[in-house]
T-cell receptor
Framework: GEDVEQSLFLSVREGDSSVINCTYT??????LYWYKQEPGAGLQLLTY?????DMKQDQRLTVLLNKKDKHLSLRIADTQTGDSAIYFCAEKSAGYNKLIFGAGTRLAVHP | GAGVSQSPSNKVTEKGKDVELRCDPISGHTALYWYRQRLGQGLEFLIYFQGNSAPDKSGLPSDRFSAERTGESVSTLTIQRTQQEDSAVYLC??????????????FGQGTRLTVV
């Protein structure tokens, strides 16, 4: 079945770049997503990438997709304390009506 | 409303009691999803509604769980004879027709259920 895996924790210094990694198993994935969850808040879509792309950039966010290795990453440039949150990777497969989420990566940004 | 609204935001119930969780989707969104998030874990798919089509119930963990939705309006998730392992945050999301194209799913704040 579908499976999405992420490392659980990442700590970075303010101003550095953060790279959050994700692997998935379903080769028929059509869209891959990054969601952000701040304490006490709902999930917010950050960005997504279609499976025929290998990179997408949106301001401080860069998404890289290696479809051969089924590896997705999210790079946050110039990480700020406001970026501290849990980041979830999710994939949507062709023909399925649901998003499959990873366990989430908790990003801690310190001075 | 402006976003997906869930109620109650917190619910504490005794083991064995039934609970009902409510989700008000964004107006016009035909697709509605329920997910469960246990402490420190990812989101577990429970059920998906799309318009008047038969719901995808493949994620419901047991027959104690059921969900209803009338048309494109409110949905309720019911858990009968609650158990301690049901303690989690239950998240609802809605979107335009999911299968037709990539559309963003908007999440509510969730209902934190604690079974004591």
């Amino acid at each position: 079945g579908e499976d999405v895996e992420q490392s659980l924790f990442l700590s970075v210094r303010e101003g550095d770049s953060s790279v959050i990694n994700c692997t998935y198993t379903d080769s028929s994935s059509t869209y891959l997503y990054w969601y952000k969850q701040e304490p006490g808040a709902g999930l917010q879509l950050l960005t997504y990438i279609f499976s025929n792309m290998d990179m997408k950039q949106d301001q401080r966010l860069t998404v890289l997709l290696n479809k051969k290795d089924k590896h997705l990453s999210l790079r946050i440039a110039d990480t700020q304390t406001g970026d501290s949150a849990i980041y979830f990777c999710a994939e949507k497969s062709a023909g399925y009506n649901k998003l499959i989420f990873g366990a989430g990566t908790r990003l801690a940004v310190h001075p | 409303g402006a976003g997906v609204s869930q109620s109650p935001s917190n619910k504490v119930t005794e083991k064995g009691k039934d609970v009902e969780l409510r989700c008000d989707p964004i107006s016009g969104h035909t697709a509605l999803y329920w997910y469960r998030q246990r402490l420190g874990q990812g989101l577990e798919f429970l059920i998906y509604f799309q318009g008047n089509s038969a719901p995808d119930k493949s994620g419901l963990p047991s027959d104690r769980f059921s969900a209803e939705r009338t048309g494109e309006s409110v949905s309720t998730l019911t858990i009968q004879r609650t158990q301690q392992e049901d303690s989690a945050v239950y998240l609802c999301a809605s979107s335009f027709n999911w299968a037709a194209k990539n559309t963003e799913a908007f999440f509510g704040q969730g209902t934190r259920l604690t079974v004591v």
